[in-house]
């Protein structure tokens, strides 16, 4: 594998460099790899659980970093996990479709 890396004339980080053995978790730029492509099951649980909290408490409650894209940010992830697991995701987006989001900016133009 070495060798079609540098025939391409990339350079290899050594010490970026792990061997994974089959029976642990082997993670590239933050997927998991072993025997799909798919995202952590923590960082899967943290979005259902979010997701969950805004339909049952408001969106307002999750939003604790004061996201001003709150809503396209959690639509986003909901596509990051779909791209990975489509059911997943799929499953998330029925939640997020159960969000009782505030009413629509009333800034905006008028008739």
Same mark, same amino acid.
């Given at each position: ?34 025997? =799909?492509?798919?995202?952590? +099951? ?5 979005? *259902? ?8 408490? %408001? /969106? ?25 697991? =489509?059911?997943?995701?799929? +499953? ?5 479709? *159960? ?8 800034? %905006? /133009?008028?008739?």
């Amino acid at each position: 594998m070495c060798a079609i890396v540098l025939a391409e004339e990339f350079v290899i980080r050594y010490r970026k460099t792990r061997v994974m053995r089959s029976g642990t978790r082997q993670s590239i730029t933050g997927l998991v790899v072993n025997r =799909r492509i798919n995202v952590s +099951r923590a960082e899967y649980d943290r979005l *259902k659980a979010i997701l969950h909290n805004c339909r049952r408490f %408001g /969106p307002e409650s999750q939003n604790r970093t004061e996201h001003p894209g709150f809503r396209e940010h959690l639509q986003g992830k909901i596509a990051y996990v779909r791209m990975t697991h =489509r059911e997943r995701g799929v +499953r998330l987006q029925k939640v997020f479709d *159960k969000i009782v989001w505030g009413p629509p900016d009333s800034s %905006g /133009p008028s008739r």
